[in-house]
């Protein structure tokens, strides 16, 4: 069983804050100021250039990978960590496509994070081939797949509503119409257990610094089945990709397998950090905390619709329909969030009308769920945006 | 006048050591350290997902996109920092052949850094329209720019020899062929005096974790002349470059001008740490380090040749003619590299037979310089890296 007290001992957490918003930045592990001042002194500092063998910096992109591989059961060697999200869905994409040169759509829903589809625009205006982003509503994607697909382009978890898609059930029919899958895990990896190898994912992305807790700007991480690392193209096709880096060849060949999607050097302080978060994975069972998500969010959307009629539940009912968030739709939820945040009850805000709420089960338990409840039930029922003291700016992202 | 001792003191330099690889990786400023411990702790700890706005995360790009702006003779905002140096050369190349659909050649040389002709080669894979990669020897890029070239894209500073091109030159000669330019500012910024406008260059992107010290992994930046800012295409169109990030539409629309060319979420740990080691910038006037390097580089170079027969300078002997580091053939140049690495004097190999060293003035002085001759004499003259002893395993970059 997981010790969620002694896990909840391994994060710092500011004095009087109840923080619901580890779906967007995950908090601070105790052990991640350590991990980077050691990489700062005495890795940097004494050992300089060396450090890229000595301290291991070169092989770092592959070993996180497989620490995060093991969180959503990818294949070892198979998950590589680097750059953006942005640009890791590019990869991606650009992969995915090129494996489905006769088909021009790429299919994906309007649940989706923004970036993914403007990367996808992106990709689309560059290859100037006629391609088509077909953005669908997330109920309606699993009619939507056709022989025209090349690429079933979806996060997994909704980032508003929190809504899950079935993984599993739409690779398989992506697959059955001949199409290519590239999931988002941005609010699955570290939320509720994913297992790419037996949903036969093809792509998978993701960030580190939400549930994951790698700190702000931590590196984005990609993954590909083992069947396709060694044939597919890579459209970005950086040095450290190359099958001998340090050959400086002038003419590209990528190296063997999925190694061939690192692209640029990597970033070493933010991997230092995110070294020292994975640590705390080591001790926490994955289908223990989502039993204790599913749990907390219940106890919250209970409170909360006992208490605040005036919000509306915009996440699935169903836990098992759902990530680790709980969302509420209200007219004034911008200015509400505002106040809640001045308050000590750190959610977040999502155009038009959406309050987030992420139940982080590391260093979220039942007193905070049911501290944030008794707040969000003052602020609610005495519209406490209204006065003046509770305008502050709101926090983003 | 640049007090280059009190700058000397600003940094962290290891016992027993010269470090002539300052143009791989620079060396930590004594600042960063706890730059980045305050970022981490009193930040990311207690701002949490609101450090965003209150610790001006957001902002940081731009910042310090302008801090590096200063050092490159780049009009304020149109320096944007993030992603790797392989990503934003893709991002520039595309934007620049966007900007000639009509003209189907990249012009390089075989100086510039592989990865660079490496993501060239990518992109061109990815358009599929016919593109081409054309590299010519440094010495003939002037005669090879004609009517058919699209980009020009260089680096100032050759990654072996420390040639330098005479961009004012080559990027005049581009542009009456009607060609854009992209230069490669790896082993310029920070190294000697460039001036982007001036000169009427079109894109330029570097490093910064070389002679900016700005820590392993730091990232990469792009410049966009403002003639161009509101034009270029973004075929890496992530929501950090969108016009209203925070809006979360589902279509992309660039910002107004070179903020566009932001991607993904940026990296904050290593962005305190450049931060940190961009002040030291601040108390340095470009043409003193100028001289200093020319000065400690011909110094190095008298001592070498008078002590050392058997190596052959790499580098160009006029002064003017180099970036910041000096380099020698020498067919045994590997093997010798790691005996002068065993013996305190740190340079690196780059095949086939180039030894280099980077002559960084912020922190090696004449001492070092006189130090590291009489240690690459004994070495070369006993050749030591015939005893065992000797024979470790070499750094790498």
Redesign the interface.
């Known amino acids: 069983m997981t010790d969620f007290a002694a896990i909840k001992a391994m994060f710092?957490l500011?004095e009087g804050?109840i923080?619901l918003?580890g779906n967007?930045?995950g908090?601070?592990p105790k052990a991640?100021?350590d991990a980077?001042?050691n990489t700062?002194?005495d890795?940097?500092?004494?050992m300089?250039?060396?450090?890229?063998?000595k301290a291991g910096?070169?092989a770092m992109p592959m070993q996180i990978g497989d620490r995060i591989g093991k969180l959503i059961g990818a294949e070892p060697g198979h998950v590589v960590v680097?750059?953006?999200?942005?640009?890791k869905v590019?990869q991606a994409l650009?992969a995915g496509l090129d494996m489905r040169p006769d088909r021009k759509v790429i299919l994906s829903d309007?649940g989706n994070?923004?970036?993914d589809?403007?990367?996808a625009?992106?990709?689309i205006?560059?290859?100037?081939?006629g391609h088509e982003l077909r953005?669908v509503p997330p109920g309606e994607v699993a009619q939507a797949i056709d022989k025209d697909v090349a690429v079933l382009m979806l996060t997994e978890v909704d980032y508003r509503t929190g809504r899950r898609h079935d993984m599993p059930d739409l690779t398989r029919r992506a697959h059955a119409a001949g199409a290519v899958t590239l999931w988002d895990l941005a609010h699955s990896a570290g939320a509720l257990p994913v297992d790419l190898a037996a949903a036969k994912a093809d792509f998978a992305v993701g960030?580190t610094?939400k549930y994951l807790n790698g700190?702000?700007?931590?590196?984005?991480f990609i993954y590909v089945a083992p069947r396709h690392a060694g044939q597919i193209?890579?459209?970005?096709?950086?040095?450290?990709g190359?099958e001998a880096p340090?050959?400086?060849?002038?003419?590209?060949r990528p190296n063997a397998g999925a190694e061939r999607l690192r692209?640029?050097?990597?970033?070493?302080?933010?991997?230092a950090?995110l070294s020292a978060a994975l640590d705390i994975w080591d001790k926490v069972d994955m289908w223990d905390l989502r039993r204790r998500s599913m749990a907390l969010s219940d106890m919250f959307i209970a409170g909360i619709e006992a208490a605040c009629p005036m919000l509306r539940l915009a996440s699935p009912r169903d836990a098992q329909a759902r990530g680790s968030q709980v969302s509420f739709a209200f007219d004034e939820g911008y200015a509400a969030m505002q106040a809640l945040?001045a308050r000590g009850v750190?959610g977040?805000f999502?155009?038009p009308d959406i309050m987030r709420f992420g139940i982080t089960p590391l260093y979220i338990d039942e007193g905070d769920v049911q501290g944030a409840i008794d707040i969000i039930a003052d602020v609610m029922t005495n519209r406490l945006w209204d006065r003046p003291e509770y305008k502050i700016?709101a926090?983003?992202?």
Request: a negative charge; hydrophobic letters at 45%.
């Open positions: 710092h500011p804050m923080y918003d967007s930045l908090a601070l991640a100021g980077v001042a700062v002194t890795q940097w500092g004494e300089l250039i060396t450090g890229w063998n910096w070169m680097g750059d953006t999200l942005s640009v590019y650009a309007s994070f923004p970036t589809l403007y990367m625009e992106g990709l205006r560059a290859l100037d081939k953005v960030c610094y700190g702000p700007g931590a590196p984005a193209s890579t459209v970005l096709s950086g040095w450290q190359h340090f050959a400086f060849d002038l003419d590209y692209v640029g050097t990597p970033p070493i302080l933010q991997m950090a945040i750190i977040d999502r155009a700016r926090a983003v992202t």
